[in-house]
T-cell receptor, first 118, second 110 residues
Framework: DTAVSQTPKYLVTQMGNDKSIKCEQN?????MYWYKQDSKKFLKIMFS???????INETVPNRFSPKSPDKAHLNLHINSLELGDSAVYFC?????????????????FGAGSRLTVL | DAKTTQPNSMESNEEEPVHLPCNHS???????IHWYRQLPSQGPEYVIH???SNVNNRMASLAIAEDRKSSTLILHRATLRDAAVYYC???????????FGRGTSLIVHP
């Protein structure tokens, strides 16, 4: 069983469309994350949720809206897609929250979802 | 936040040990040193972490300098599957979210 699974793996769409990427973890972790890896290969944190509550929200356009229906799922919805949104999006999870004594916190990542906006 | 410095790339031959260095001269006393790696077309993968003492696990060893200003990730016998980008990350600040830099791209020759 995949610990952190993301769907879809590949997504090609037109500018202006709305799309979602889903993430599920079966590790029983309390915290989930979304990272974005751009064409230059830099990985940047976007959001973090702990027990369904948003705890980290980096400078991300309002077009990006994460939703956590339960602590095992963290979905990413993107409105009005732009060319610059093309990237690989990684979901991750961890047992501890970033602030809850998490300096030894270990993240488990999914395989990524490659989004291409044409 | 404390920063890390790693070489852009390193090369190794298969079956040989690999020592991947990381400098973190501004590390604070409570910062852990974490290593992740990212294989081509995959998500980052946790490798190892430590605070002060050297650490070993099934994937690698982590050697931490006595002054903690540097550390070395040791792969005891490199395989082709170890070709990846290796990231050295410090857990700095009151709220730790791994921040990935450029890392070291490890090339393993058969």
């Amino acid at each position: 069983d995949t610990a952190v699974s993301q769907t879809p793996k590949y997504l090609v769409t037109q500018m202006g469309n709305d799309k979602s990427i889903k993430c599920e973890q079966n590790l029983g972790h309390d915290t989930m994350y979304w990272y974005k890896q751009d064409s230059k290969k830099f990985l940047k944190i976007m959001f973090s949720y702990n027990n369904k509550e948003l705890i980290i929200n980096e400078t991300v356009p309002n077009r990006f809206s994460p939703k956590s229906p339960d602590k095992a799922h963290l979905n990413l919805h993107i409105n009005s897609l732009e060319l610059g949104d093309s990237a690989v999006y990684f979901c991750a999870s961890s047992q501890d929250s970033p602030s809850g004594g998490g300096r030894a916190n270990v993240l488990t990542f999914g395989a990524g979802s490659r989004l291409t906006v044409l | 936040d404390a920063k890390t410095t790693q070489p852009n790339s390193m090369e190794s031959n298969e079956e040989e040990p690999v020592h991947l260095p990381c400098n973190h001269s501004t590390i604070s006393g409570t910062d852990y040193i974490h290593w992740y790696r990212q294989l081509p077309s995959q998500g980052p993968e946790y490798v190892i972490h430590g605070l002060t003492s050297n650490v070993n696990n099934r994937m690698a060893s982590l050697a931490i300098a006595e002054d903690r200003k540097s550390s070395t990730l040791i792969l005891h016998r490199a395989t082709l599957r170890d070709a990846a980008v290796y990231y050295c990350i410090l857990s700095s600040g009151g709220s730790y979210i791994p921040t990935f830099g450029r890392g070291t791209s490890l090339i393993v020759h058969p």
